[in-house]
């Protein structure tokens, strides 16, 4: 049999071209592979970079055909109607005003439960809050007058532009010439402005036209409470009208 040193004469070149093609494939692998992954990753950057300048294009397209100032006055008749807080003293300044509208006398109006917006208790909703799309701010009010005076109280009390609701209510006659008392359990409303602006490709959805349609009856609901409702202040800062302009 040939000994080492006959096969290494006879195979030395073919062992050295073997070596170099093996340390070539070394090299590429390691090298060359994270090089393209690396590649199909920019890629992958740069096509998810290009949709969602798509999307911003499309959502500026639609920001810039819409009119600020009409925005503007029915965010600010839809928070006078539903707050983004529970403020307290457009309930009790509604109802003072109702009160004085109707010709009743307010008696005392209670608040129920945690008044406290940032508590963990007023960050979940209830299973009815949920169904109405809004959170409530549960109360009862004691008032008396004139059973005619008590009627108006409780035909205005759903057509005013803080938005109340009457549960349930109990009425007392007296024996003598008092007046009449009621005690009514009612909710006031209010819905958190969103923390958030939702994802880059998520469209911009318009108001509908019953959006629309019902914001303008809202509009139209007078306002007894006399609380200036301010607009809450923008997610953002202020940018540049095309934020894709040179």
């Known amino acids: 049999m040939p000994n080492i040193n006959t096969l290494w004469r006879t195979y030395q070149n073919l062992i050295i071209s073997a070596a170099i093609l093996l340390f070539c494939a070394i090299g590429f692998i390691t090298a060359v592979f994270p090089a393209v992954e690396k590649i199909q990753s920019l890629l992958s950057d740069t096509q998810q970079l290009t949709d969602d300048t798509k999307a911003l294009t499309a959502k500026l397209t639609v920001l810039n055909a819409l009119d600020e100032s009409s925005l503007r006055q029915q965010l600010s008749a839809v928070i006078s109607a539903v707050p983004t807080d529970k403020s307290l003293p457009t309930v009790f300044s509604t109802i003072e005003g109702l009160a004085a509208q109707s010709g009743v006398s307010v008696v005392s109006v209670d608040i129920e439960g945690d008044t406290a917006l940032a508590t963990a208790s007023a960050a979940k909703q209830t299973p009815e809050e949920k169904m109405l799309g809004t959170r409530t701010i549960p109360f009862s009010a004691t008032i008396e007058g004139t059973l005619d005076a008590i009627q108006h109280f409780i035909a205005l009390a759903p057509q005013v532009r803080r938005l109340l609701r009457i549960r349930t209510f109990a009425i007392t006659f007296p024996s003598d010439a008092k007046p009449v008392r009621i005690s009514l359990e009612m909710d006031a409303f209010y ?9 880059t490709g998520a469209a911009i959805v318009t108001l509908s036209d019953a959006e629309q349609s019902v914001i303008s ?20 800062g202020q940018m540049k009208p095309n934020p894709f302009a040179p």
């Open 217 to 236: 009856k809202v509009s139209q609901l007078p306002q007894v409470s006399g609380a200036d409702m301010s607009l809450p202040p923008p997610l953002m």
């Open 191 to 199: 819905q958190p402005s969103p923390t958030s602006l939702g994802k």
